[in-house]
């Protein structure tokens, strides 16, 4: 049996700060919050002395971040990255706040995204290629434990790759999943949204 935990990275907004829509052309750090969160995930996985044989994340500095953190408290060297786990392009509402992302898509397009990973029109998503990408993914067998740091805008597909029940496929900042991989590749959902 393997089991997957996809991450979202840390905050990249300081509280009171306005949250924008960042996306894969939006490379940001994470903030002094972020920060802790990442380490209260490697904190948990350290605790769980889970047999983690690897961490990948995005190539994006936030999800390096979050991956690195991990990685020190786990005791594994460094993290791998992976195109594949970025975040998706928000096209014309890459960084723009959320209030101006809803006036211009409207209310029941982020509910198809949120729900069903459908994107608003604009956005740049290749829902095929992500889909694909956790295919061959959950695919490849082995045992124990990966660790996956993303965005939530690529986490969700996992779900969908999955043919998991859709609904809330929002992952918070600084939380993650928990998928198990059986020996014939059905992936079922242990837990998803979970900060420790």
Known sequence: MRRLFIIRHGN????GEQARRVGVRTDIPLVESGRTQAEQLGQWFAQGQLPVRRILSS???RARQTAQSIAAAVGIERAGTCDWLSE????PDEDQPEVAVL?????????????????PDGWIVDVD???????TFFAEGGEGIDLLVTSNG?????????GLPLGALKLRTGAFGELAVDDAGQVSLIRWDVRP
């Open 88 to 91: 998706i392009d928000h096209g």
């Open 59 to 61: 190539p994006l500095q």
């Open 12 to 15: 990249t907004f300081a509280r």
């Open 129 to 135: 290629a992500r889909i694909q990408a956790w295919r």
């Open 103 to 119: 006036a211009r898509i409207g209310a029941e397009a982020l509910t198809r995204w949120d729900e069903h990973a459908i994107p």
């Open 154 to 162: 690529a986490a969700r597909f996992a779900l969908v790759a999955a």
